[in-house]
């Protein structure tokens, strides 16, 4: 069965950075498209980014443009989020996700998202 397994959340101040890493298995990472999400205290959960199969093709939220960045290394089976210039509204729980279907291309809306790891808590103080 697929299982998605984050890591590389913590404390930062404002204005840092962290990593995000989402190690993949059960399906080859090549066939799909992948996606970060993330869910604040009292909000619904939401896209951050999403990037195709073969990372040609990447999709960010407003909010983060210019400051995150999403990659992949199919062979590593892992894919990442590179946090920079982070801000205390970056503050969430983080899920790596992946699409019930495979495509060439990446998908926006959460109902395309079938397998979601357990999440990890990125805190941005002031």
């Known amino acids: 069965q697929v299982q998605l397994v984050e890591s590389g959340g913590g404390l930062v101040q404002a204005g840092g950075s962290l990593r995000l890493s989402c190690a993949a298995s059960?399906?080859?990472?090549?066939?799909?498209?992948m996606g970060w999400f993330r869910q604040a205290p009292g909000k619904e959960r939401e896209l951050v980014a999403a990037?195709?199969?073969?990372?040609?093709?990447?999709v960010y939220a407003d909010s983060v443009k210019g400051r995150f960045t999403i990659s992949r290394d199919n062979a590593k089976n892992t894919v990442y989020l590179q946090m920079s210039s982070l801000k205390p509204e970056d503050t969430a729980v983080y899920y790596c996700a992946q699409p019930r279907r495979s495509g060439s291309y990446y998908y926006r809306q959460i109902n395309e998202y079938s397998y979601w790891g357990q999440g990890t808590q990125v805190t941005v103080s002031s």
């Open positions: 990037i195709s199969r073969s990372g040609g093709s990447t």
């Open positions: 059960g399906r080859t990472l090549s066939r799909y498209a």
